[in-house]
């Protein structure tokens, strides 16, 4: 089965202290993205990554980093959280880019942070 | 840059009713859209997408949207609403070269009157 799985779902940690976001998916997709969903807001793309090695920003990166070292991971690290942060994140991935016909965009169940 | 709005923030119908959900995008080429739905405590489930031929596009649970360039719109209908519709509604426009971004509309929330 098609899955993108994200790890923790739910998190209260406090200001300042690095927390960690796992995002794994079994299809082989070459292309993951990390969003968080803020009431009002939708959704916005917080980084992107095309391929093992190759991550850029999205509409928002502030206060986030990636990295990309296997295809199927792409864990999202937040290296000092601040209440701001505080969202509903998503881990979305993708065998190609948004244009190839066809091509679908599979979502995590999202993972729920708060930062006190 | 490109944007898109959903200009209903709550919509309330009664179940059995007909239902549409509006969509409008700002895009200078054709974009490639979609429709996701969120329900309570749950994860973004793909309804619909449109990438280009037929401008009517039908989806998993009923529904379908149509694409109207004249009107920059790709609207969400359903003929008859269940109540196991209610949740959040979510219009989305990709484009070619950003990776697999999709930019988000801020969302409609659906509640269905029984």
């Known amino acids: 089965e098609a899955q993108v799985t994200q790890n923790p779902r739910y998190l209260i940690t406090v200001t300042g202290k690095k927390l960690t976001v796992t995002c794994s998916q079994n299809?082989?997709?070459?292309?993951m993205s990390w969003y968080r969903q803020d009431p009002g807001l939708g959704l916005r793309q917080i980084y992107y990554?095309?391929?093992?090695?190759?991550?850029d920003k999205g509409d928002v990166p502030e206060g986030y980093k990636v990295s990309r070292k296997e295809k199927r991971n792409f864990p999202l690290i937040l290296e000092s959280p601040s209440p701001n942060q505080t969202s509903l994140y998503f881990c979305?991935?993708?065998?190609?880019?948004?244009?190839?016909?066809?091509?679908?965009?599979?979502f995590g169940e999202g993972s729920w942070l708060t930062v006190v | 840059a490109q944007s898109v709005t959903q200009p209903d923030i709550h919509i309330t119908v009664s179940e059995g009713a007909s239902l549409e959900l509006r969509c409008n995008y700002s895009?200078?080429?054709?974009?490639?859209l979609f429709w996701y739905v969120q329900s309570p405590g749950q994860g973004l489930q793909l309804l619909l997408k449109y990438f280009s031929g037929d401008t009517l596009v039908q989806g998993i649970k009923g529904f379908e949207a149509e694409f109207k360039r004249s009107q920059s719109s790709f609207n969400l209908r359903k003929p008859s609403v269940h109540w196991s519709d209610a949740a959040e509604y979510f219009c989305a426009v990709g484009l070619t070269g950003g990776g697999n971004k999709l930019t988000f509309g801020t969302g409609t929330q659906l509640k269905v009157e029984l």
């Open positions: 895009y200078g080429a054709t974009p490639y």
């Open positions: 979305a991935s993708s065998e190609r880019g948004t244009g190839a016909p066809g091509n679908t965009i599979y």
């Open positions: 299809m082989n997709h070459e292309y």
């Open positions: 990554s095309m391929n093992v090695e190759v991550t």
